[in-house]
């Protein structure tokens, strides 16, 4: 058979190899940051730009999609064109892709800053960034497949499984998440509503994790690690069952995130059995990782790569057992809205996703410049404070989260609560400042690492395109003898990427029909009423300053809960709600049935000084909101595209909507004139109040009735 | 050997020593400065004790390896052992020393208010960061000698002389004999990558077989029998059981106050209620009471009635439309109690910056005659900020 002689493309891996690093270190610091103002509130500095509900969802944006997503694209360009035996299909697409997505990531950062956001965490960007996503993401499925098509090996090797069910899946979770109603250039409303927004949203937030932060970096894994050890992968039959049920299972296992809210038992009760189902799968790629190992593990004592994987992979396994138990309604009631989740997700982020890019690159970088790493004393330097910064942020964490918990739920046996929400906040600081410190470690080993690789590039010669030679396919294929019934979708990528669509399609579907056909699942409430003007834009402010990073508005039906923040929520009171803003921490308290609670006057000197009235509170002020008017330009595309979203506003209400937002305003002021403030009725701090006046006042009096019974 | 082990009793004890003083002195103290109520302390504790086992772990793997064949006919080896013994109880001693020291101050200064982290002196809190990193740095020096030791040639000859036994978790893996591996080694090659063809390892098929039965199970007793209780029954239940335990607690309890058999309180229940007061009330009305965001309650006029039985039910209810939210489900009828009495004392106090009047005059009748007086002392004031 002829030999063909082509060659790799090296530079697009090159690039994306320094935009990981670049992001990594950037997303990083804008952890820090954020979590340093968790412990000294002052690091705010009363910017809207460098406040936490801004801050947190540039770091986690940066994290998941600058860092972690560079880095996928750094594995898959490397470890495809190898597996596949050709060069990648087409540089200009490479071009377009790499460059496509660091400008994303640049539009991401400037107006997640500038406040520009949908309010769905880690979906939080807007429109015209969503439709940026799409084209980007396209372009890299069209690049992946042009190879594919062009390869010069029958079979696709199961990294490359992974990569197709990633293509497919994270294409399919993004477009039916991002689904929303432009109200201008830089706003959007979500298309669904409440109970559904949060469901789909939380299939979309799970099945990131899944798709995004777990499925490509498995495929790389399945690359790297035995390319690294030097050693046959474990076991075949056991990539085919694991590949195959965790990408089916993951995606039943969202409304886990949802467990005791105002969602369908039915679906809660789903998210539980998939999410317990969940743990063979995902154990499944940590042996055969673990295994391949086997026979190896003195190289595991020298290498500091293959270290760096190890606990890449144990971390991964530590992280997808302990989510399964997070899953479980009971352990939910006490870990959901706590520091817990944010400890488990920094394991797998920390410890996964981030360890296993470390080895990649250091394994990587050196392969690419011809040369030797330049330390391997400041590589195992790395490592070691990598771990222990890992150790020292999660631990703390638990702690926290697991000691807050139990407060939240402690009475007197006289019947009260025995603290007040502030008592559990006050006991977090210590745990917030140790787990900074663990961040700060986990840093400076990134830092580490980018001077190392610095010096290693400057040490070496950079090789942009590799020779290889192979022989051509032949067009015919026969096989010999009997084979594995799997190796023919192997054969097979177009099968494979169908299949993979129509096996991570069920789920979802099987949830989301019967939610949003099905009348009973969320019962209407005759007193709940569409927004006011003055209201909605009160709540745009409440989205765009991120307060549903730190405040949930979903009060689970405990006791503990009803008798801090009242009746539980129901269903119904969210039907006007695009999007949703149940939340998923509570830093601080709930706001759900905020309204009426506390007097106009004392939410306007709350939010210039959260602390005049909640003494120890860490909540950062919102000067800005003092001068800021509210943009009552918008008021008419607001109310437009609400009805267009099935809001029930009276006809031609948008043209009403600014006199009856006038007189709203005008008795928020008066209200706050009689307590001795004076405010112009213009400005956004009277629209926030009118919002958070409303919060869950709907159905008070119902509700009233109710306990009377 | 012997003499090894009693050493290390002697020294495992003495490192706990001073724990264990400590520990007894700070449960003794009568205040509320006890350490194990700190969780911070307790964390901290935690990591001590578990890089403590670390230690004692490495240590024994060190003597292990110091102690075995391989190294007693190499004399000069032997004789670095020897001096890496003497590091490490050097190191030992000092760690001891320190903690010891350590421990010495803080009972020092544990009565002194000196600046505290998260409820923690800055003394204790320190020589505890302090000895968590002397236990690290003993852990990477242990690290390194045994790894030291462990030369790959000497591995080499350990691991042949080794029988070739299954380990447990080989076996309980099912997997295929490294050196049989060429059995079972799949014709796949892909960028010099091979698969082999082990069996799925029987734990993980029938653990996987086991969630997969436990979901159906849980899905049945949840949904389809309905054996199990959804949230809103779990909830129903929770609150009646929530209210029959308060009930019998209350029929025994000394302060079963409500509105309708409040008395006014003195003394220490006045103080308590002031604590309380400015904690939870002085957001609002003040620290003085002289009303800020919530209405005066130093005046005589009253927007829900002035008298003992009113300001209790205003402050267990709420007056929730006009911004007074109810305190019920924070405070105890006790606690309520003794804020109101403490409001009670307010009046006439006439302090600086005072919120004009709301609601009506409020006059005592049929009121003792010093509370009588009182009254009459906060309609003067009243006169005279009417002037």
Redesign the interface.
């Known amino acids: 058979m002829e030999l063909q002689k082509f060659q790799y493309d090296n530079k697009i891996v090159k690039w994306f190899a320094y935009a990981t690093m670049f992001w990594g270190v950037v997303g990083m610091i804008a952890g820090l940051l954020a979590a340093l103002q968790l412990a000294i509130p002052a690091l705010n500095m009363e910017l809207p730009y460098t406040t936490f509900g801004r801050v947190r969802p540039i770091h986690t944006n940066a994290v998941i999609f600058a860092f972690v997503g560079n880095g996928i694209f750094m594995g898959v360009y490397y470890?495809l064109q190898?597996?596949l035996?050709t060069r990648m299909f087409s540089d200009l697409l490479s071009k377009v892709h790499f460059y496509g997505w660091q400008l994303i990531i640049v539009l991401a950062a400037i107006s997640l800053a500038l406040g520009k956001t949908t309010g769905k965490e880690y979906a939080e960007l807007e429109w015209p960034i969503d439709i940026l996503i799409t084209i980007v993401w396209v372009v890299f499925g069209w690049n992946m497949f042009g190879t594919i098509i062009r390869r010069r090996?029958r079979?696709l090797?199961v990294a490359i499984w992974f990569y197709i069910a990633t293509f497919v899946t994270v294409a399919m979770l993004h477009i039916v998440n991002s689904i929303e109603i432009p109200v201008s250039f830089w706003k959007s409303y979500s298309w669904y509503a409440g109970v559904q927004d949060a469901l789909v949203q939380w299939w979309y937030g799970h099945n990131a994790v899944a798709f995004f932060l777990t499925t490509p970096y498995l495929g790389l894994m399945y690359?790297f690690l035995?390319?690294a050890a030097n050693r046959?992968?474990?076991?075949?039959?056991?990539?085919i069952?694991h590949f195959w049920?965790l990408i089916f299972i993951y995606i039943w296992a969202g409304p886990h995130h949802l467990l005791?809210t105002a969602v369908p038992?039915?679906a809660?009760?789903l998210g539980?059995?998939?999410s317990?189902?969940l743990?063979?799968?995902s154990?499944?790629g940590m042996?055969n990782g673990l295994?391949t190992l086997?026979?190896a593990w003195?190289k595991v004592?020298e290498e500091v790569v293959l270290k760096f994987m190890v606990v890449a992979v144990t971390a991964y396994g530590m992280a997808t057992f302990e989510g399964p138990m997070l899953s479980l309604?009971n352990v939910s009631a006490i870990a959901h809205y706590t520091d817990w989740i944010v400890a488990h997700v920094h394991v797998g982020a920390l410890g996964w996703n981030g360890f296993l890019t470390f080895g990649i690159l250091y394994w990587l970088i050196p392969k690419l410049f011809r040369t030797e790493l330049y330390s391997k004393k400041l590589a195992n330097m790395h490592f070691w404070i990598g771990t222990l910064g890992i150790v020292l942020y999660a631990?703390?964490m638990y702690?926290s989260g697991i000691?807050q918990s139990l407060m939240w739920k402690e009475?007197?046996?006289?019947?009260?609560?025995k603290w007040?929400f502030m008592d559990t906040v006050t006991?977090m600081?210590?745990?917030y400042?140790t787990r900074a410190i663990g961040g700060t470690l986990y840093l400076t080993g990134a830092v580490i690492m980018v001077y190392n690789i610095v010096k290693t590039i400057k040490a070496g010669s950079f090789l942009a395109n590799e020779n290889a030679e192979a022989p051509a396919l032949e067009k015919v294929y026969n096989t010999?003898g009997k084979e594995h019934w799997h190796r023919w979708i192997e054969r097979k990528p177009v099968q494979m990427m169908i299949v993979s669509l129509v096996v991570v399609a069920i789920g979802g579907i099987i949830e989301f029909v019967p939610t949003f056909l099905v009348k009973s699942n969320i019962p209407t409430i005759a007193s709940v009423k569409p927004y006011t003007p003055l209201e909605l834009h009160g709540r745009d402010i409440y989205v765009r300053e991120g307060c549903y990073t730190c405040h949930s508005q979903m009060i689970?039906?405990?006791?503990s809960e009803?008798?801090?923040y009242g009746e539980?929520s129901k269903a119904g009171e969210f039907v006007y709600d695009h999007p949703f803003q149940w939340g998923s921490k509570r830093t601080g308290p709930d706001l759900a049935r905020l309204g009426?609670?506390?007097?106009?006057?004392?939410h306007y000197?709350h939010m210039l000084d959260p602390t005049?009235?909640?003494?120890g509170s860490i909540m950062p002020p919102y000067p800005w909101l003092f001068d800021d008017q509210i943009d009552v330009s918008s008021t008419v595309a607001k109310i437009k595209a609400m009805k267009r979203l099935g809001v029930p506003y009276p006809e031609n209400y948008e043209h009403v909507a600014a006199a009856d937002m006038e007189k709203q305003a005008k008795l928020i002021t008066e209200s706050l004139g009689k307590?001795?403030i004076s405010i112009l009725p213009d400005r956004e701090v009277v629209a926030l109040i009118a919002y958070l006046q409303r919060l869950g006042t709907d159905i008070k009096h119902e509700a009233k009735k109710d306990t009377l019974k | 050997m012997m003499r090894h082990t009693k050493n290390k009793a002697i020294a495992a004890g003495l490192l706990l020593l001073p724990v264990f003083g400590f520990a007894q002195e700070a449960g003794s103290a009568p205040d509320h400065t006890s350490y194990f109520s700190n969780a911070l302390f307790n964390a901290l504790l935690v990591l001590i004790i578990a890089l403590l086992i670390v230690i004692i772990a490495l240590g024994q793997t060190l003597r292990n390896i110091a102690g075995s064949d391989y190294l007693i006919d190499k004399a000069k080896e032997k004789d670095e052992k020897n001096k890496h013994q003497d590091t490490i109880r050097n190191a030992g001693l000092m760690l001891l020393l320190f903690s010891g020291l350590s421990m010495e101050a803080q009972n020092a200064q544990a009565s002194a208010d000196s600046w505290r982290i998260g409820g923690l002196d800055m003394l204790t809190f320190y020589s505890m960061i302090a000895f968590i990193v002397l236990e690290v740095i003993l852990i990477i020096i242990l690290y390194r000698l045994i790894t030291g030791f462990i030369k790959p040639e000497l591995r080499a000859s350990v691991q042949a002389s080794k029988p070739k036994e299954k380990t447990i978790f080989e076996k309980l893996n099912a997997s295929v004999d490294i050196e049989k591996e060429h059995d079972i080694i799949l014709d796949h090659d892909y960028d010099g990558i091979r698969e082999l063809d082990n069996d799925l390892p029987p734990w993980w098929k029938y653990g996987f077989y086991l969630t997969i039965t436990i979901a159906v199970i849980y899905l049945i007793n949840f949904h389809i029998t309905g054996t199990g209780d959804l949230q809103t029954e779990e909830y129903r239940k929770a609150i009646a059981q929530a209210k029959a335990d308060v009930a019998e607690y209350m029929k025994n309890a000394a302060n079963n106050v409500d509105e309708t058999n409040v008395k006014q309180l003195e003394g220490a229940d006045i103080e308590s209620g002031k604590e309380l007061f400015i904690a939870n009330c002085a957001a609002c009305h003040g620290k003085a009471g002289q009303g800020s965001v919530g209405p005066n309650l130093t005046d005589a006029y009253w927007l829900h009635g002035g008298s003992l039985a009113d300001i209790f039910k205003t402050v267990k209810y709420g007056w929730v439309d006009k911004g007074m939210k109810s305190w019920k489900e924070d405070l105890s009828p006790m606690q309520i109690a003794q804020i109101s009495s403490f409001i009670r004392t307010l009046a006439g106090t006439n302090p600086p910056d005072g919120k004009s009047p709301q609601g009506d005059l409020y006059q005592e009748n049929a009121a003792p005659a010093d509370s009588l007086a009182l009254t009459k002392d906060t309609l003067a004031v009243k006169a005279d900020s009417l002037k």
């Open positions: 470890s190898r597996l035996k090996e079979h090797y690359y035995p390319k046959p992968v474990y076991s075949y039959r056991l990539s069952i049920s005791y038992d039915w809660q009760s539980v059995v998939f317990l189902m743990i063979a799968p154990w499944g042996i295994l086997r026979g003195d004592r309604k631990i703390p702690w000691m009475f007197t046996p006289e019947g009260q609560l007040q006991k600081i210590p745990f400042i010999h689970r039906p405990f006791r009803t008798a801090r539980y009426g609670k506390y007097p106009d006057s004392w000197n005049s009235m909640s003494p307590d001795g």
